[in-house]
């Protein structure tokens, strides 16, 4: 069978966390996220950002915490506004108008907002007639692997809070982003910054699960109702907890996130040295290289990785490595790559 | 005070239509439109589209036979696709989204759907990860004022029948389309043609309505509720059937649509004349027109009219005429507008 | 033709609210009620409830009143409590559920809420696993012609206000209930009790309109928003407003609210002098009376009225008068009832 | 610390269920349960119910299942009817209502739907001023620990389908149902009877999981649309699947069931000998009881359980056994009942 490369939920869960959930298995504990665990992990997350007032939710999946805060947050008639290639706009089934919302893309650039474009979009809505953006959507590291630096989200939130603008941060690979060497962004700093973010794990070595952390005790009052009537209160909270507190603890998630950073680059490596262009300027755990149609089928003959777009005639292909990618894969895999070229 | 071009329902009702309404002021009728005058309005639908089993509904406004039309016809996770200039993109509130469903505005020309466009847009939705783009939305006469004929409707139709996309009419102009000389689609094609349109009345004469037509007795099933559910059926629904059968009587919101269009070729020649550009090729009653800032002012001075966009240095402001705009009107603005340039 | 006592709304507008639609039918104004008529119906309502602040929307029916007001004032997971005969529990096709919210019924008594059955229903409300009471819905005067008091009215606000339940007052008929010679209710007062209400008008001689009324300049925030995504904003907004002018000018609407409320009392003379018994308590313009089969059918030749339940062996049926029932209509009708019983 | 009788899902998996898990884990495998498991789990779950061409799904929890389930049946303007003790009337924080349809509930007896009272409240709905019943939801086992037998599903399910309405079945607690000795309806019956149900995993030995099955291919038509737009397609679809497979395997599930069942046996027996009185008929793993407050509060120094409601004086108390309860605490349990009368 083929290595896959297509993305970074096709394992269970890292053995840690897999060993706490075992552990644990058969201890009672309380439903609907209100046990122990779930407690300690609330503690646990309220202390990486800092503050013991922070609310924190266990949701079982990335679009649901998109749904979940966004329907929180915004009224019926607002709108969110993000990027062209924000994970809202063409990968969760237009999740955010089901639940009532317009969804307002504008042109970024690397996978990023771009803050003119979005100064230019917002500047058209006026009245009744148009919806009204109320919460900007922004994800970290970003659907192209590319990340926001301090100076890049501050001028963001500056410039939405001045407008009574929500902040929000998609965070499904927000390990990945932290981990990078030259992140300048922290826990506390983004917790500092947005209105409301999610620390993912799924994509991290989870079986499943995403921590929702809202800013403000106010902001976040009766989120519960909100969770139970979408369907997003797990009857057993608890095994998303057991198994975050061991993602959190020793800061093993950084390292999880920091393994899969480092396969990656061992791809993109491979990819420079045979000659091949990247495209956008990821260094995290999402590699995007153009390859001609030969290549492709090479590659495609022993590994698995997605199709993303086009750049001209050159087709932009994704692989993805993860807290799970041994060493060994990546190392044949150049050599793999290498033998093409001979 | 300033004579007004802002729009085409900034008065009361054409005087045949009002008198037809207090004619019958005293006459006891049933509720929610399943009264006599309602349903010989049905009745007279019915033949002007040629089929005693086309399925008439009577509506308060544009916006909401939209949402009506459209959440009536589409699935939760479906979607709509239109152009740019697509009136429910911009300009009513985000009412699609409101009622659960994207709406996929593709680049138009001239205010009409680019099959091409529109083509490259839908190959983009594959799987279940996006929305299911399920109905195209297109207006007639457009909001830039131009019309599609018969090949072009044609040709959408067909593009979207073999897709099975419904196409939907958005007529809150129609009666202007339909009475310029050289168009070439009758009610019967455009019944035909697309599965559901309004026949608008709001813009052409009446106090208020619109006529929702549904072509398939069995698409328009149990389409009551769905009124009755967003407060759109109207206790005294025999007030709009009332006006309606002196609109469509001898054709006069043809002749209403026609005068309209005439006033309107009036400002037309009268800025040509001035050598002014005309921003598009409308020739119903919305004109639009390329104006400087000094010229703005001082026709503002005199006339109020709506600012539509730019084009480079240039302004493009819109003066609509309607059934009620007089003769004296358009000459005394010629006058003005000669006055200037003198 | 037999004259129909089955509703209030099966005649055009009273004499004078379409004369001064008529006057006004050719001055040019704005749209979507932002025009002079419609300013000054705002101006005219403030002063009518006492509060220069008050927020006063147009809306062209009461199913539409209730879904906006609250729509607006409700989060998603928040609740309405109301009586069994409460008019959104099973009149208006779930429109209230298909906005969102449940709709909780207690048991009521003459159409009102029976406040110790609300209060034994809200303590049932514990957590996030069930919905969430936010809101009491109330008519004046009821569905079934009966009205509430101050003492009454004041007891609900005060238990709701000390729960931080919203009060919100459906009006079709308030005009009915005002209009009452003991009715120790006004305007101010309502105003100054409930947090919204609805001035009703179709029922009472518009053509179609009623007036919503939110308390607090806060608490309307953004409604424009909302009318307009629910195609609630009227492009002819002044249609309402202008009749709604001549409705509230001298006290018009009571004079026409009384009228019906004295032809319900010949009726209810009528009955009672025959014989029968009516049910309920109501004072209003709509009489409930138990009916045998017989005497039903010897009505119906003549008449038509609705049916509205059963009591034992017994049927209820409804007649309802309005500001256009002529005195003669009354008086025919004793006649013809004692005819019966010779 | 409590040994608790407070639900059936307060400690992880069962040791095969887990031990499948934890094998499984580096298995390289396909997102959103698209992967060989879920492949293998489908073909299982069509040879339980007799049909390979049975739609299943996999969802994460109850309320999810119900939610994606009713609103894929559903039209916006349809209703579903249930019994007063169905889970989704009082214990899902109205998340039918807020995907917009109305919950209507008859009285029900001993936790199952009666008919008669079903009939009658359908018959209320007849035009497009109400909701239109669509759809009747039941569970088995219900919420009072009861069962449907297949004469009594039959009835149901044929009085359904005569008038066009849906059967849905919530099978939280399926397993119990099918594991009693007396059961005479097996997976095969209830797929041929009703149009969609789920088998329940949380409450019987999976971490988490249900399994949603639509009966008819074209009934299923885009439910993953549904399911992706309601943030409930699980990421690692395969995490439910391996769980199920182990779970179905050599009918585990019935004796994880039977297991649960045989406890609150004991439970039961101990009651009863104490001289206590049993609410309801449950034989299932749910235990209702009658307590006076003396003994409620010394069974609370050991032991946690629920409130469940009154009668008369009288307290109404919940306990639940589990596929896990030790065999050991119910002997202790009934030592330390014995005790209280001693």
């Not at 290639?85 to 237009?94: K, P, R």
């Amino acid at each position: 069978m083929r290595y896959s490369f297509a993305n970074d939920y096709c394992l269970g869960a890292d053995v840690k966390i897999l060993k706490a959930l075992v552990e644990e298995n058969f201890m009672q504990k309380a439903g609907y996220s209100f046990d122990v665990s779930s407690m300690a992990l609330r503690a646990k997350v309220q202390e990486l950002v800092g503050d013991p007032k922070a609310s924190v939710f266990l949701i079982t999946g990335g679009t649901m915490c998109n749904i979940v805060a966004i329907s929180h947050l915004l009224r019926p008639f607002e709108a969110v506004m993000t990027c062209d290639s924000g994970h809202i706009v063409d990968h969760e089934a237009a999740s955010i108008e089901a639940h009532g919302h317009k969804v307002i893309a504008t042109k970024g650039y690397d996978g990023k907002i771009d803050l003119c474009a979005l100064e230019r979009e917002y500047a058209r809505y006026k009245d009744c007639h148009m919806t009204k953006p109320r919460l900007v959507f922004l994800s970290q590291s970003t659907e192209l692997g590319t990340t926001y630096t301090k100076a890049e989200l501050k001028a963001i939130c500056k410039w939405c809070h001045e407008r009574d603008l929500f902040v929000y941060m998609d965070g499904a690979r927000l390990a990945n982003a932290l981990a990078l060497a030259d992140c300048d962004l922290s826990l506390k700093d983004i917790y500092e910054l947005v209105d409301a973010f999610y620390i993912g794990g799924t994509k991290n070595g989870l079986l499943f699960g995403e921590v929702l952390v809202i800013k403000d005790e106010a902001l976040a009052k009766d989120l519960y109702y909100l969770l139970k009537q979408n369907g997003a209160l797990l009857a057993k909270g608890f095994v998303m907890s057991e198994q975050f507190l061991a993602y959190f603890k020793d800061d093993h998630y950084l390292k999880l996130a920091h393994h899969a950073n480092v396969m990656a680059d061992g791809l993109r490596k491979a990819f420079l040295k045979a000659g091949l262009e990247l495209y956008g300027t990821s260094k995290t755990n999402q590699v995007f290289i153009k390859v001609d149609p030969l290549l492709k089928d090479y590659l495609a003959r022993e590994y698995e990785f997605s199709q993303w777009g086009k750049d001209g005639d050159q087709e932009i292909v994704r692989f993805v490595t993860s807290w799970a990618t041994p060493k060994e894969v990546i190392e044949d895999f150049a050599k793999y790559l290498e033998a093409y070229h001979e």
